[in-house]
C-alpha cells in the first residue's frame, strides 16, 4: 500500500544527544517536505526538496540538516539536540502533477 | 506573499448542529486552498481542496468548502457534526508564484458536545 511512514513516532532524549527522524515514502512522489508543528500554531515548513540531491530550507530558520540520496527517503538530523527543539515534525510529499501534500503521522520530539 | 487566517481558534458545536469553520487568505494570485483535519498524534489528512474549478468543492466525511473571491474566504461546513468529527482542522493555500509551497493557518480545534 503506497503511504508515507515517519520514524520514530515517538522520542525522547537528552540535550547535546545526534539524532535522526526518518521519513520514507512509496508513492514515487518527487516533492517531499519537512515540517515544524506547535500548539496552537501554523506548521513551518524548515525543509523541502524537489528530488534527489536537491534540498532547500524553508521559511522556518532550523538548525537541522536534510538529505535526499533515494527518492523515497528524506531524513532530517539533528547534530545537538537542545531543549528548543521540543515539538512535533511532520514529513510529506507531493507528486509532480497535483497540488495537495500527503502527510506522514509526526514525529512527537521532547529534548530534555 | 501568501497567508491564512483561521478566525476561532476553539469551535463548540452540539452533535447534530451545523459545522462552520473560518479560512481567509491572502494571495496576490489565483490560489489554491485546501483543509486537513488532524486527529490526536496523527498526521495531516486531506479533506478537501480547491484548485480553480467549482467554487463550492465538497470532500470527505460530509464536509463542503465554497471558495469566495470577493470575500478571499474558503470556510469550512458540515451540516450535521458527528462526535468523530472532533479535531483539529488547518487551512492552507499556495500558487504557482510560491512554487505550490504550502502556508497554513494556525488551526482551529473542534469540539463537538453530546
Known amino acids: 500500500e503506497a503511504d508515507i511512514y515517519q520514524t520514530p513516532r515517538y522520542l525522547v532524549i537528552g540535550t547535546g544527544k545526534k539524532i535522526t527522524l526518518e521519513c520514507s515514502q512509496t508513492?514515487?512522489?518527487?516533492?517531499m517536505y519537512w515540517y515544524q508543528q506547535d500548539p496552537g500554531m501554523e506548521l513551518h515548513l524548515i525543509h523541502y526538496s524537489y528530488g534527489v540531491n536537491s534540498t532547500e530550507k524553508g521559511d522556518l530558520s532550523s538548525e537541522s540538516t536534510v538529505s535526499r540520496i533515494r527518492t523515497e527517503h528524506f531524513p532530517l538530523t539533528l547534530e545537538s539536540a537542545r531543549p528548543s527543539h521540543t515539538s512535533q515534525y511532520l514529513c510529506a510529499s507531493r507528486p509532480l502533477a497535483h497540488n495537495e501534500q500527503f502527510f506522514g503521522p509526526g514525529t512527537r520530539l521532547t529534548v530534555l | 506573499a501568501q497567508s491564512v487566517t483561521q478566525l476561532g481558534s476553539h469551535v463548540s458545536v452540539s452533535e447534530g448542529a451545523l459545522v462552520l469553520l473560518r479560512c481567509n487568505y491572502s494571495?496576490?494570485?489565483?490560489?489554491?486552498l485546501f483543509w486537513y483535519v488532524q486527529y490526536p498524534n496523527q498526521g495531516l489528512q486531506l479533506l478537501l481542496k480547491?484548485?480553480?474549478?467549482?467554487?463550492l468543492v465538497k470532500g470527505i466525511n460530509g464536509f463542503e468548502a465554497e471558495f469566495k473571491k470577493s470575500e478571499t474566504s474558503f470556510h469550512l461546513t458540515k451540516p450535521s457534526a458527528h462526535m468523530s468529527d472532533a479535531a483539529e482542522y488547518f487551512c492552507a493555500v499556495s500558487d504557482l508564484n510560491t512554487g505550490n509551497q504550502f502556508y497554513f493557518g494556525t488551526g482551529t480545534s473542534l469540539t463537538v458536545i453530546p
Open positions: 508513492m514515487g512522489h518527487d516533492k
Open positions: 480547491y484548485t480553480s474549478a467549482a467554487t
Open positions: 494571495s496576490s494570485v489565483p490560489p489554491y
